[in-house]
Structures are given as C-alpha cells and as structure tokens.
C-alpha cells in the first residue's frame, strides 16, 4: 500500500517544483545580504497553468530565473518532474517581460533560433518557423527586424521564438505587460487558445490580479519583499474555454477576486510604503 | 541633413548652391591674392611663395592624372591604409572578445592598455621605421596601432553593453558557449565596430600618410615630402587635395556599406513608402 501510494506520488511529480528556495544576493553597499526570497515552495503540475501574483519589486523575477535555472538558489532546490535542476532547465521556455529578440536578426531569423542552436537543418526549421509566425498572426512580417514590429508584434515573435521549441514548461515574466489593454487582451486570449490546445506546464508571473485569475486554473499570491514568500493559494475554478475580457464579468470571478485581493491588498501596501521610502 | 535644411529654410538646391559659392569664393579670394590683379607683383609673389597658387595647384592635379605620374603613389597609399585597416580591424575585434569576454585577461590588460592608448602613437613611426624599412610594412604597422585601439575599444564596448535579456533569451533557446559568441557577442561587436569605421578608416589613411610623410620611396605623402623640400607649395597642395579627395572616397564607400550590413538598425524616423 505504501509502495504503491510512494509509486504513485513520484509518478505524480509536478512538472515543476520549487524547495524551500532562498535567494540572497550582496546588498548594495556590499556590507550585508539582501534576502529577495526566502523559503518559497511552489509547484506546477503537468498541463497546469499557474499564475503568481504579488506586489512590484517582491522578487517575482527572481523566483522565474531560478526556475530557469538561469540563477542558482542560495539554498533549497528546484525539480523539474521529480529531477533535480541543475544548469538550465532545457525542459523550459522563458518569456521575457523586458525585450529580448536579437534586433540583429528578422522576426524569422529570431523564430528559427531555437531550432537553430539545436542543429535542426535550415530547410525544416525555416518550415516551422512560418508555420509558427502563421499561428502567432504574422504572416507577410518574416522579414521585418525588430524595431519595424509594433510591441504587440514583438510579443507575438517571442511567444513563437519560445513555442517553437515545444517546452514542457512554460515561464512567463509579465509578457504582456507592455502592452495597451487592448492589445493584452488579445494576446491572453491567444496565449489561452495555444495552450488548450497543447496543454503545457505555466508559470506565469504578473502583478495583475484581473489577468492571473483570468488565465489560471490556480493563483499563488507572494508577500511584498524582502524575503519574499507564498502567502496564499486560490484554486480558480472558472470553467474553460475562456475569455478574458468576457470573463471578468462573471460574479465567480467577482467574488475570487475579492477573496484574494483580501490577501493582497495589505501586502501591495506594504510594498508601496518601502517604495515610498 | 535634410532636418537642418529644413531649419534653415533653404531648399536641396539652395543649399547646394551656397555651398558652391562658398568654396568658389574661398578659390576667388585665394587667386586674387596671390595674383598681381589687385595687389603689387612683389607681394603677390610673396604670398604665392607661401600659399601657392589655385590655378598652378589645379595645374598639378590635372598633370598628376593625364601623365598618370600619381598612381603607383596613390595605389601604394590606398593599399598601406586597406592593410592597416583590415589587420588592425581583425586584432581589434580578436583582442576585443577575448579580453570582454576573460574577466581575469581584462583585470591584468587594463592599465597597459589604458596606457598604450593614452600614448602619442604617431611617435612610434620611427621605430617601425627601422624594425620594417622604408616600405609599405612600417606604414601598415602604424595605421595598425592607430585603428586596432578604436576597433578594440568599441569591441569591448559592444560585448559588455549586449542586453542581459536578450542573452539570457538565447541561453533558454539552448545556446551553447560557443553558439553565444556566434550569434550574439560578434554580431553585438561587430556592429560598434561598423559604427566606428568612419574614424578607424580615416586613421589607416593617417597612418599611412605620416608614415610615408616620415619617411619613404613611395605614396602620396612621399610626394608631398619631395615638393616640401623644394618649397613648391603647389604641389604641396596638390597633394592635399588628392589626399582629401580619397579620403572622402573611402568615406563614401564606408557609408555604403554600413547601409547594407546595418538594416537591422533603427533609424530615426522610418516610415513604409506606399
């Protein structure tokens, strides 16, 4: 029986955990610690779509790039479907809120990179890489550099440049965030029409509540910073398929949006005051 | 250009013309001064001794290229500065990744390099001199110390101003180590190092003419040293023409192509023609 239930959970292994992850970094005047993270523990199960949200400046970034494995926790440890991470985690594509396509290279240039770096032979990833910029909306934009796209466009590469390399797991650090409402809307909404369809592990981080709970199957709420922990977990239970601008109206919406603003409220406070400091 | 047209409020053709009378006015005067029109012969005489005359000036430009006198002096020039440009280029740029790239090659580097480039460098002339000869070798070797700090600097520059972001996009996308210097470091690079190709270029030609000018049997600052030693400012002048006009040449063919390698570039104001 309790080989059996051990068989079970290690079958069941998130596709993305994080331990007890502490993030210390030298403090600005080089004397003392500064502590971004502190103790987090956090997990993503296969083909679910997790949402983190906390106030600016709590260390959501930092939390990303150590699940990336672009940076390497001070103490704790990250496991990606049960293994632990060490180096990059190959099994993960990473959304920059920031820009990052490589201005020297077209949009289809930036598609292909993935596949590029990966030895796949020009003629296949050049195929693939239409057929992505053809999902993203950007037929006839092959050759446009960077700086002629619009930021919803620029967007719209990155997800293809991240997709295209089918990953497992998806980060993603305020991808939208830029953009006008307008723009944003549209982009969640294809953002949950490409997941449906193949549903990967997100970890999507923002500190718009309206649009976690929008996206997620599950919220995380963090505390302000530093030494940035989860607070609290929603389990938003909307059903599917969505639309983001639709579903704000609904009075579930409504109410789960009330009962994790409740938590979040004192902490952006927080977070406000040691800005205002 | 065009915006500082504009402010003016003088047309393409306008500004062309002004431009043109400039010049031509600063030619009028030049004549009138050295010509016993307006002046005494003796201190028309005078002032040609120093200043030289347009018309002889011109004379010697138009003998140089009828008689073809001038190109085995302007090839050997064209080639020191092509050579100084490319070696001291490629150096730079080698020189450049590694040290941007090694914290520790940089940390022992540093002051030396600080040093070599705060030092005169034209002075080194002399010792090229006698470690190359006479010939093309010491003149490369100059514009090459002259061009490779540019390059090396602007190398530098571009590896450590590459976005963090876009690196650590490409390092999710599974760049390896190398693949990083492949495709994002040199690109990075190279682009400082097209937007300093105006000055490096221009400093190969340096190189190559006060190289010659220092000593030499060939080039165009060869020519120049020939007619300073008999005082015929003409010529002198000639040759500075000519100098001025490749100069402006090379610059020109520079322009080219950092039009076609740097599309990737914004430009200020760029719009679709319908």
Do not use: K
């Given at each position: 029986m309790s080989i059996a239930a051990a068989a079970v959970t290690s079958q069941a292994a998130p596709a993305l955990a994080l331990d007890r992850v502490t993030c210390a970094f030298a403090d600005r005047s080089g004397a003392g610690r500064y502590i971004?993270?502190?103790?987090a523990t956090l997990a993503v199960g296969a083909g679910e779509f997790v949402s983190v949200v906390g106030p600016t400046g709590c260390g959501k970034s930092t939390l990303l790039n150590v699940a990336a494995g672009l940076l390497a926790p001070s103490s704790g440890e990250v496991r990606v479907d049960g293994a632990r991470l060490a180096g990059?985690?190959?099994r993960a594509g990473y959304m920059f809120q920031?820009?990052?396509?490589?201005?020297?290279?077209s949009a289809l240039a930036n598609v292909t990179a993935g596949l590029e770096f990966h030895g796949v032979p020009r003629a296949e990833s050049t195929a693939r890489a239409h057929d992505w910029l053809r999902r993203v909306g950007?037929?006839?934009?092959?050759?446009?550099?960077p700086h002629q796209l619009s930021g919803g466009m620029r967007k719209r590469v990155a997800l293809a440049q991240t997709l295209i390399l089918d990953p497992e797991i998806l980060l993603m650090d305020?991808?939208?965030?830029?953009?006008?409402i307008q723009t944003r809307q549209l982009m969640e909404n294809e953002l949950l029409d490409l997941w449906s369809a193949d549903r990967k592990s997100v970890l999507f981080i923002t500190h718009d509540l309206d649009e976690a709970i929008a996206l997620s199957d599950r919220v995380i709420v963090l505390s302000a910073g530093p030494e940035t922990h989860p607070l609290g977990e929603f389990t938003i239970d909307l059903p599917r398929p969505r639309d983001v601008a639709e579903i704000r109206v609904s009075p579930r919406f409504v109410e789960l949006h009330e009962a994790i603003w409740r938590v979040l409220k004192s902490e952006v406070l927080k977070g406000y005051a040691q800005g205002k400091r | 250009m065009p915006k500082a047209s504009a402010d003016l409020r003088l047309s393409r053709a306008q500004l062309a013309l002004y431009q043109a009378l400039l010049v031509g006015g600063l030619f009028a005067f030049w004549y009138l001064m050295t010509e016993p029109i307006l002046i005494s012969e003796a201190s028309a005489k005078n002032t040609a001794f120093f200043f030289g005359k347009p018309l002889g000036v011109l004379k010697v430009v138009i003998d140089w290229f009828v008689s073809g006198k001038i190109y085995p002096h302007l090839a050997i020039t064209l080639w020191e500065t092509l050579l100084a440009f490319a070696i001291g280029s490629v150096l730079g740029l080698g020189v450049g990744l590694w040290l941007a790239l090694s914290p520790t090659a940089s940390a022992l580097a540093e002051p030396y390099i600080t040093a070599m480039n705060a030092m005169p460098r034209v002075i080194l002339a002399p010792i090229f001199a006698v470690w190359f000869?006479?010939?093309?070798l010491s003149k490369v070797a100059l514009g090459v110390t002259l061009v490779f700090f540019i390059v090396f600097f602007n190398v530098y520059q571009g590896v450590k101003e590459v976005s963090p972001v876009v690196l650590a996009n490409v390092r999710m996308l599974g760049a390896s180590k190398a693949q990083l210097l492949r495709h994002i470091y040199l690109p990075s690079a190279t682009s400082w190092v097209f937007s300093s190709l105006h000055t490096s270029v221009g400093m190969a030609f340096v190189g190559a003419v006060v190289g010659e000018y220092l000593g030499s049997a060939k080039g165009v600052g060869y020519l120049i040293l020939q007619a300073e030693g008999v005082f015929d400012i003409n010529t002198v002048i000639a040759g500075i023409v000519v100098l001025t006009i490749f100069a402006l040449l090379l610059d020109f063919i520079v322009t080219r192509i950092e039009n076609k390698l740097l599309v990737w570039r914004p430009k200020t104001a760029e719009t679709e023609t319908l």
């Open positions: 971004a993270v502190r103790d990059i985690n190959a920031a820009e990052a396509l490589m201005p020297w290279r950007l037929t006839g934009f092959e050759d446009r550099y305020e991808p939208f965030s830029a953009l006008d | 000869g006479l010939g093309v």
